[in-house]
């Protein structure tokens, strides 16, 4: 709702009135019209200012509406209202003005904002485009390249940044004295002014098109804005908001939009973690940190330093190799200084320590281990740990796969053991996985998660399983890009089905960048490759593809060696071409093992990668290693590039549909059965059963089918 109030004078008070973030529901709709047009009525108000409760303006169009029939006054035609009222109204500003708030303020004939408050077009990463308006005024009040650069990407800024693009006034008079002085508002109506351009107009736009489509590869949102935006260029206002209307209502209509904003939810949703003894995110404590150590400083362990200093934590970086200490005291205080730059922080960096000496860590509340991905090695350092650390002190490790309860079955406290899976950079990538052991308190998860959001991480809590979440579903989607050479593609169609998909980069392209030995060590540690194991493509009970042990064995290691599944310009080279090795190596394997190439389409390629993966999703929500599909599409988003308007692989299931996948896992299961990843999960199965429920209904369903033992 919105209430009036009459300020001292001749001012009236029109408050938003929605938490958390005063959003533009229906109510809040209907209280501005009313409100507004109580003070166009009373004779004594002479000039109106639009604010927000508690200290926020608005965060937009209510976007849990979107979901249902539009009720209420619409957006556009109030906004409207308000510009053509001919009494002065001003947008008071505190906290955020963002989507549909800041179009209400752009409709408003003044804005004044707080030095700290937030404005912003956010339309496009929920997969619409500023639909109030925002597309066609603000281009006329700052420019078409500013309000393409806006737009496009949906950045948002604080106020000194629109002050300096005039989209604020710094008021020197008074809204009332406004009034009194009698000025003309016609100027301040900002549907009526011409679109400022560059000379160069057809070209900026080009430009920009081409780089809006390169760097969100399928994604129709920013692709409407630009659109939206050439209107605004070349067309009078009228036309320009028709225009506006109708790439607003083919977004609108997408799956891509319903896929972006349940990836809004879903990121907010994981906050609110549940775990399967009944702990959760609402009543159990977490320790502020404010002292932590870090053990191992190869690229894992450095990234979590700069991560944890960022927030204002002082850290002890412990390193036992020499060598690697020297380099890392050098290296991370630089990327530190240039990471604190970048953002602006709300307290200064934490201090680093550097040592040799694992006996250093005493007088710290959290230690991350970081060190090397073997077993033998981690048990070593928790051991250690738990004999020179304070009692009480939580102990992480940023294991990637590795059993979180072995570790903490040779410390004193097991309760204070979780894992804390980062992803490289540690310090750039938002995914951050906690992972929680049958022992771990809930105090040591409700810590991490805690520390997580700090570090401005989109924190999952997972179940102790190999690999997680997030690497156990990468297994069958790397099996199945294999098996997919060995029956006659190549890795470019692979990876190019892939990358159409929205995948920032295909599968082989991706192992070449992580490097191919991270993956061979851990099939060696399980005995599936290495001397002795003899070469069949069948190893314990299940079909198995040797090729990327044998490019390993043929020292192409990736990027890092200048060759893996594609060629570079040089170790370290970034440019991935194709190599005829690879072609002839691939050639003379299926020669040996006795396969016909066959030519694959692309959408085998695609579903068999793609629905291997969400099989194993769904064989996750069974096992209760994920709390609801929303994490499991959290984690593939923020840590994997799985493209963000698909939404995730669960929700992308549904969007495909449940009873396709069914079909289609089955019919490939059929044809492959000596692959248990393709057989379709019991989950999968049940939900199909029931009619496919819509992914926010199957956290309920699961609970209940456990409860009835049906999973
Ligand atoms: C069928 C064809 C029809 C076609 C024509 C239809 C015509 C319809 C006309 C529409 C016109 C379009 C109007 C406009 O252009 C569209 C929009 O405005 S879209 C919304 C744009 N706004 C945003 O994207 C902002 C999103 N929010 C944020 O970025 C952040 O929440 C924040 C505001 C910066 C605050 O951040 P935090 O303080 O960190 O808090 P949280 O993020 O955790 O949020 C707290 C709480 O609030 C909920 N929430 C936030 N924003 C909204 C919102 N806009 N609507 C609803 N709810 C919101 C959030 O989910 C959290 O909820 P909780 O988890 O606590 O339940």
Same mark, same amino acid.
């Given at each position: 709702?919105a ?14 009135? +929605?938490?958390?973030? +005063? ?13 507004v ?14 604010c ?13 509406e ?28 505190? $906290? ?82 406004v ?37 969100? #590869? ?16 070349? &067309? ?38 549940? &775990? ?15 002292? =932590? =150590?870090?053990? *191992?400083?190869?690229?894992?362990? !450095? *990234?979590?330093v700069? =991560? ?32 604190? $730059? #970048?953002?602006?922080?709300?307290? %200064? ?16 509340e ?25 009692? *009480? ?12 309860? /072995? ?6 406290? %097991?309760g ?22 049958? /022992? ?15 570090? @401005? ?6 179940? +102790? ?11 069958p989607?790397?099996?199945?890009a ?8 190549? %890795? ?5 089905? &892939? ?13 070449d ?6 993956g ?6 399980a ?11 069948? /190893?314990?009970? /299940? #079909?198995?593809? %040797? ?15 200048? !060759? ?5 310009? @040089? ?47 769904? +064989? ?13 599409d959290?984690?593939y ?21 449940? $009873? ?18 393709l ?26 089918? !456990? ?5």
């Open positions: 709702m209430t009036y109030s009459r300020l001292p004078g001749s001012v009236a008070l029109i408050t938003l009135q +929605n938490p958390p973030v +005063n959003a533009l529901s229906a109510a809040v709709r209907q209280g501005i019209v009313d409100t047009q109580r003070a166009l009525k009373d004779p004594k108000v002479t000039s109106v200012v639009i927000g409760q508690n200290g926020k303006f608005c965060g937009g169009a209510d976007i849990r979107f979901a249902g029939p539009m009720l209420g006054p619409p957006l556009v035609p109030m906004i409207h209202a308000i510009e053509a009222v001919d009494k002065p109204v001003a947008a008071a500003i505190e $906290g955020v003005a963002l989507g549909g708030g800041l179009e209400l303020a752009l409709g408003c004939h003044y804005r004044i904002a707080h030095s700290k408050a937030l404005l912003g077009l956010p339309e496009v990463t929920l997969g619409l485009l500023p639909g109030a308006g925002g597309s066609q005024r603000l281009p006329r009040l700052i420019g078409l390249t500013a309000a393409l650069d806006l737009i496009t990407t949906g950045r948002q800024h604080d106020s000194s940044f629109f002050s300096s693009l005039h989209l604020l006034c710094v008021c020197s008079q008074s809204i009332s004295s009034c009194v002085s009698g000025q003309s508002l016609d100027s301040r109506r900002l549907s009526t002014l011409p679109c400022p351009c560059p000379p160069d107009v057809d070209s900026l736009l080009d430009k920009t098109m081409v780089k809006v489509r390169q760097r969100s #590869r399928g994604a129709l949102a920013p692709v409407a804005c630009v659109q939206a935006l050439m209107a605004a260029a070349s &067309l009078p206002y009228t036309q320009g908001m028709e225009k506006e209307r109708d790439l607003l209502t083919t977004l609108f209509n997408s799956g891509q939009a319903r896929a972006l904003q349940y990836a809004f939810f879903s990121q907010r949703v994981v906050g609110k973690w549940s &775990l399967p003894s009944g702990a959760s995110w609402d009543n159990s404590a977490a320790r502020t940190i404010s002292k =932590a =150590a870090v053990i *191992g400083l190869g690229t894992m362990g !450095r *990234g979590i700069v =991560a944890l200093a960022l927030t204002g934590i002082s850290v002890v970086a412990v390193e036992t190799q020499e060598k690697q200490l020297a380099e890392a005291s050098q290296v991370v205080p630089a990327m530190l200084q240039r990471e604190a $730059g #970048r953002r602006s922080l709300a307290t %200064p960096p934490g201090v680093i320590s550097f040592s040799s000496n694992l006996q250093d860590v005493c007088e710290v959290l230690v991350i281990e970081a060190v090397f991905e073997d077993m033998s090695l981690k048990l070593q350092v928790f051991r250690h740990l738990t004999s020179v650390c304070r009692p *009480g002190t939580l102990l992480c490790s940023n294991t990637s796969g590795l059993d979180i309860d /072995r570790l903490a079955a040779v410390t004193q406290s %097991p204070l053991v979780v894992g804390m899976h980062f992803f490289a950079p540690a310090h750039v990538m938002k995914l951050l996985e906690v992972v929680y052991g049958p /022992r771990s308190s809930p105090e040591a998860v409700a810590t991490a998660m805690q520390l997580g959001k700090r570090m @401005g991480k989109v924190s999952v809590a997972v179940g +102790n399983c190999p690999g997680f979440v997030g690497n156990r579903m990468l297994k989607y790397l099996e199945q294999n098996f997919l050479l060995e029956e006659g593609a190549t %890795p470019q169609q692979v990876d190019e089905v &892939l990358e159409e998909f929205g995948f920032p980069m295909g599968v082989f392209r991706m192992s960048l992580s490097g191919l030995d991270v061979w060590r851990i099939r060696k540690e005995g599936l490759t290495g001397p002795g194991v003899e070469s069949t493509r069948t /190893r314990q009970g /299940r #079909r198995y593809s %040797p090729l990327p042990d044998q490019v390993c064995e043929a020292g192409r290691l990736g990027q890092k060696t200048g !060759r893996g599944w594609y060629q570079y310009d @040089g170790p370290g080279g970034r440019v991935a071409r194709s190599d005829h090795w690879v072609n002839i190596f691939l050639e003379a394997y299926r020669a040996e093992h006795g396969l016909v190439a066959r030519s694959i389409a692309p959408e085998e390629i695609l579903e068999r990668c793609l629905y291997a993966l969400i099989n194993e999703g769904f +064989n996750i929500l069974q096992d209760a290693m994920a709390a609801g599909p929303e994490d499991i959290a984690i988003v923020f840590g994997y590039g799985w493209p963000r308007h698909h939404g995730g692989p669960m929700f992308h299931a549904g969007q495909v549909g449940l $009873g396709r996948i069914l079909e289609r896992l089955q019919h490939h299961h059929h044809n492959h059965p000596d692959v248990p990843h057989k379709p999960s019991t989950l999968l199965r049940r939900l199909v059963a029931v009619g496919s429920p819509p992914v926010q209904k199957w956290r309920e369903f699961i609970n209940k089918e !456990r409860v009835h033992s049906q999973l």
